[in-house]
């Protein structure tokens, strides 16, 4: 059976797809990955001896360059996202059994309508479940587009969710479709998640709290066999546990002063500290022996080792953190990651910044929660309920029939 997995985004949209192509593959599956043409994907990937396929330009040019993109800028962008998912992905899905889709909300649609052209069953798939419509939980507000403040009510905000996407992504997706002989979408959001949406979250970290026919996989991670690099082995050896900074794929506008306010506030724990670079490009502040930053490492074996991690609160990091025992700060900077931050403070496995800029006093707060006692005992505890078999279990969905779906306009 062949099968196309595809996305575009941030490393986080990127990891999950690598922990389900291994589960497929060893099922005998024939597996694509349609993605970013980033370095960073292109060598985990290969780690594991999936193929990528390029579509698009460099997520992390995009993500770190040195203007933010305007509202206005939206819609131009999702046209180039949809346009680059019609020409590289139909290539990849041709004599394809089934394509499974994910990512930015534009690049999934564009996904699903190359699947719908030719014929090919498709699976639709969230890694957060503040993308889906429920009356649980309200809609995330696109940039730009605020939601009026005297509607409070989730209902109502769902419904005003579906008019942003279709203004920002129905004339950039329709095009495309029309260009290529299709009927145009009447409404992006239902036409992406579809009649039965795939949640590939933890039901502990996230329990599905909406009305929709939801399928909850579990998270899809598989084990990271890289050993970490020589110079983090030692710097871990050399010590007590230090306190893992990183903001992942996030751009980090001040990323000096965040470095110096981290590096500060875990000194001022009595902590040393080791620094992920990540997209920001994290440095240190000066030579002193207790600090270590590092590029890439394997952070299922790292955090382990770690005495708290310090994150943005992505899905990934966070579920990576919470299946190592490790006590979180989360220093959300938008999107999901708010919402990431609350789950890791509800459970009590860490503490939940207010906000996205940390100063040495508030991030130093947040320091003392999770590395007391208690949060330390109640994250051991909890990492033995977190499912290890979500991307097993995706596999096997994906690969029955029975789960796949035809979108129609």
């Known amino acids: 059976m062949r099968v196309v997995l595809s996305t575009y985004g941030s490393r986080g949209d ?20 349609c993605a970013p043409p980033d370095e960073d994907f292109t060598a985990r990937l290969d780690w594991v001896g999936v193929p990528l396929v390029p579509v698009g330009p460099s997520a992390k040019a995009l993500t770190t360059a040195k203007q933010p993109p305007a509202p206005a800028d939206l819609p131009r962008r999702a046209a180039e ?13 041709e004599g394809a059994d089934v394509l499974m889709a994910t990512g930015m909300m534009p690049a999934a649609a564009g996904a699903r309508s190359v699947a719908e052209r030719l014929g090919v069953p498709s699976v639709s798939v969230t890694f957060q479940q503040v993308t889906l419509p429920s009356p649980a939980h309200a809609p995330l507000a696109y940039l730009g587009r605020p939601f009026p403040p005297e509607v409070t009510g989730n209902a109502e905000l769902w419904e005003l969710d579906a008019q942003s996407i279709d203004a920002l992504f129905g004339d950039a997706l329709n095009s495309s479709r029309v260009a290529a002989g ?3 979408v009447r409404h992006v959001r239902d036409y992406v998640i579809g009649k039965r949406p795939w949640l590939a979250t933890d039901p502990v970290l996230d329990p599905w709290r909406g009305t929709l026919q939801v399928v909850q996989t579990g998270a899809w991670i598989s084990a990271d066999e890289r ?10 050896a050399a ?11 996030m751009p980090m506008r001040k990323a000096a002063d965040a470095a110096e306010v981290a590096i500060e506030a875990v000194r001022a724990q009595g902590r040393r500290v080791l620094i992920g670079r990540g997209w920001a490009d994290l440095a240190l502040v000066d030579d002193q022996d207790d600090c270590l930053a590092v590029h890439e490492a394997n ?4 955090f382990r080792r770690v005495a708290a991690v310090v994150h943005h609160g992505g899905a990934g990091t966070t ?21 990431w931050a609350g789950r890791v403070a509800e459970l009590g496995i860490g503490a939940a910044h207010d906000g996205p800029v940390p100063t040495v006093e508030s991030l130093s707060a947040g320091l003392r929660v999770a590395l007391s006692d208690e949060v330390r005992d109640r994250a051991a505890a909890v990492a033995g309920r977190i499912r290890a078999d979500g991307a097993e279990v995706a596999a096997k969905l994906l690969l ?7 979108p129609s306009a």
Not at 299 to 302: G, I, N, T, V, Y
Not at 400 to 406: I, L, S, V
């Open 14 to 33: 990127v990891e999950p797809l690598v922990g389900l192509a291994v589960k497929l593959r060893e099922a005998g599956a024939e597996v694509r990955v």
């Open 81 to 93: 996202v949809i346009a680059s998912q019609f020409e590289a992905v139909t290539e990849a899905t």
């Open 182 to 184: 299709m009927a145009p």
């Open 227 to 236: 050993p970490l690099p020589p110079e983090v082995t030692e710097f871990l």
């Open 239 to 249: 010590g007590a546990p230090p306190v893992y900074v990183g903001f992942g794929s």
């Open 299 to 302: 952070h299922q074996e790292l």
């Open 319 to 339: 579920t990576t953190a919470a299946r190592a025992g490790a006590p979180q700060v989360v220093v959300p900077q938008g999107a999901d990651q708010p919402y």
């Open 400 to 406: 029955d029939p029975a789960t796949w779906e035809m």
